[in-house]
């Protein structure tokens, strides 16, 4: 299999439902990301082969295409769209890192493009019934196994002993260090420069949030997001001229147990570690995904990844989720961080499911 490189990657700022980019359609906020991550990479639209977008809560209708369109990519690239949820960011990366590993393409565009503030209204019908909204769709054809998110980091907290405080010094650390940090990879679209839900929390204000469930509270769980991120995945030869890359060594996808979707990552990551060779404590940078508290500090406890390593510009609970895009605002966080060793990025999605991904300079 060839050698597959990251040449580029890039993001919007992540914005809370109903913010700055509430009058954006995915496309649209993916479109000048894409361009920008090309023009990082040294790579002419002409040259890029595929484009794979993950979107989770459209309404079908193949976005990827709209987006290669809007960005000026050329006509003959299709645009795949793909839908696993929380993972499908990152994972829209690992289909790309395999179509080059096997020669089907040389330059490819993945990443993720989800609009909260713009999602469609849900309704189920059913034959000689009045259609119902819906927010989520079932995630496991059983439902006494196709737990609440909430519910379920609630029950994962109270079985590991992850206590309310915890949690909320865990969601102090991403704040603080979010407010300390630069962002390279962004892109200004809209005005917005930083992601604006990034503030100087105390633990008094963490103390008053609303619990949701248990011992999970609002200020421990990441807000819905809007937002885009992408990465070029190409071929040795494109990663030579390009001014900055880093080579993926591993990237793995697991099923997990599905009622406990907060573990999920565990399997991909300990499957993606030993497929690089590497123990967790020779891993020098790690973008986590926090959709809870609970479920970062669980995977963290699981997989004994080095905490001093772990999110070091803050990470979704200082952001926010936007959930298709989210795996690849970790790549995008991941690649212009690292500077040597590895680096691993991995999120968890409902239904059990885990994805993780290993770079390096």
Do not use: K
């Not at 103390?207 to 999970?216: E, I, K, N, W």
Request: glycine share 8%; net charge negative.
């Amino acid at each position: 299999m060839a050698e597959v490189w990251i040449t580029a990657a890039r993001r919007t700022a992540v914005c809370p439902r109903g913010g700055v980019f509430a009058h954006l359609l995915p496309h649209e906020m993916a479109a000048p990301v894409i361009a920008a991550a090309l023009t990082d990479a040294g790579i002419a639209p002409e040259d890029v082969d595929e484009l794979i977008l993950s979107n989770a809560l459209g309404a079908g209708g193949n976005p990827a295409r709209l987006a290669a369109l809007s960005a000026g990519l050329p006509e003959r690239v299709a645009g795949l769209s793909i839908d696993r949820q929380c993972a499908g960011g990152l994972d829209a990366i690992r289909i790309a890192v395999a179509m080059v590993a096997s020669g089907q393409a040389q330059v490819v565009v993945a990443g993720g493009a989800e609009s909260y503030s713009r999602r469609p209204l849900r309704l189920a019908t059913a034959p000689g019934a009045e259609p119902e909204p819906y927010d989520a769709p079932p995630f496991t054809p059983w439902p006494d196994r196709d737990p609440d998110m909430t519910e379920a980091a609630a029950a994962l907290a109270a079985r590991l002993n992850i206590s309310r405080a915890m949690q909320e010094d865990w969601a102090l650390r991403s704040h603080r260090l979010a407010m300390q940090a630069t962002f390279p990879e962004m892109v200004v679209l809209a005005g917005q420069a930083r992601d604006p839900f990034a503030r100087n929390l105390s633990a008094r204000t963490l103390a008053r949030a609303p619990a949701l469930a248990g011992s999970v509270t609002a200020g421990t769980t990441a807000v819905a997001a809007d937002a885009a991120a992408f990465a070029v995945v190409t071929t040795r030869d494109y990663a030579r001229r390009a001014a900055r890359a880093m080579r993926v060594i591993a990237a793995e996808t697991c099923g997990a147990v599905p009622d406990e979707p907060g573990l999920s990552p565990v399997p991909a990551i300990n499957a993606t570690l030993l497929a690089a060779g590497l123990q967790p404590a020779a891993l020098e940078r790690i973008e986590l995904m926090e959709a809870y508290a609970v479920q970062a500090l669980a995977c963290l406890g699981a997989c004994q990844l080095p905490e001093d390593r772990v999110n070091l510009g803050g990470g979704a609970l200082a952001r926010g989720h936007p959930i298709g895009a989210s795996g690849a605002v970790l790549v995008a966080r991941l690649f212009h961080d690292l500077r040597d060793g590895a680096g691993l990025a991995a999120i968890a999605a409902a239904g059990g499911i885990g994805s993780a991904l290993v770079i390096t300079p």
